[in-house]
T-cell receptor, first 116, second 112 residues
Framework: GAGVSQTPSNKVTEKGKYVELRCDPISGHTALYWYRQSLGQGPEFLIYFQGTGAADDSGLPNDRFFAVRPEGSVSTLKIQRTERGDSAVYLC??????????????FGPGTRLLVL | SQQGEEDPQALSIQEGENATMNCSYKTSINNLQWYRQNSGRGLVHLILIRSNEREKHSGRLRVTLDTSKKSSSLLITASRAADTASYFCATLLTGGGNKLTFGTGTQLKVEL
């Protein structure tokens, strides 16, 4: 079946603008994760959804970042008043249940965000 | 924050040689996973090893885990040019929910 998809692939915006990044998880996957990867670094956790609710949002850097998953499937990561330091690749992943600590997380291709 | 370090940061070998990458971490883990990333985009899951396991194989991949030293190694045997990529270890921390904590990665280049 189809993997995790993310749109757009690339996003260029100006400092201070609002952006939305979309993630379509693998069909039937309950758990959804957002990570951010800066150049030359490994991905860093942002937020994890179990169904419609955010089970862990401890990685969100500040209140400019917000994510939703209203129907337990597609998720949107929203960034307000973007700053140049927000430039990174934003990765989404999903897993079947999010339980048990043994599951593979399947990653999407990422959205490359550039804030000018 | 990153969980740990990967060593080496970059590795260049000839096709057919073996490649070994190491990962160290800092705190107690539930499991450790290795991922591959091409061109800075999507990550592909390679292998998962649980904290009570010491070694695992998958095709040309061999992973070891030493929880007493808080370290893991990934061995790719008989490397191919197509193995050129960045490789990351990621840990699922004990009591850390379901979030993965990634290392800094090793850039592997396999030359013909």
């Amino acid at each position: 079946g189809a993997g995790v998809s993310q749109t757009p692939s690339n996003k260029v915006t100006e400092k201070g603008k609002y952006v939305e990044l979309r993630c379509d998880p693998i069909s039937g996957h309950t758990a959804l994760y957002w990570y951010r990867q800066s150049l030359g670094q490994g991905p860093e956790f942002l937020i994890y959804f179990q169904g419609t609710g955010a089970a862990d949002d401890s990685g969100l850097p500040n209140d400019r970042f917000f994510a939703v998953r209203p129907e337990g499937s597609v998720s949107t990561l929203k960034i307000q008043r973007t700053e140049r330091g927000d430039s990174a690749v934003y990765l989404c992943a999903s897993s079947l249940t999010g339980q048990g600590g043994r599951e593979t997380q399947y990653f999407g291709p990422g959205t490359r965000l550039l804030v000018l | 924050s990153q969980q740990g370090e990967e060593d080496p940061q970059a590795l260049s070998i000839q096709e057919g040689e073996n490649a070994t990458m190491n990962c160290s971490y800092k705190t107690s883990i539930n499991n450790l996973q290795w991922y591959r990333q091409n061109s800075g985009r999507g990550l592909v899951h390679l292998i998962l090893i649980r904290s009570n396991e010491r070694e695992k194989h998958s095709g040309r991949l061999r992973v070891t885990l030493d929880t007493s030293k808080k370290s893991s190694s990934l061995l790719i045997t008989a490397s191919r040019a197509a193995d050129t990529a960045s490789y990351f270890c990621a840990t699922l921390l004990t009591g850390g929910g379901n979030k993965l904590t990634f290392g800094t990665g090793t850039q592997l280049k396999v030359e013909l």
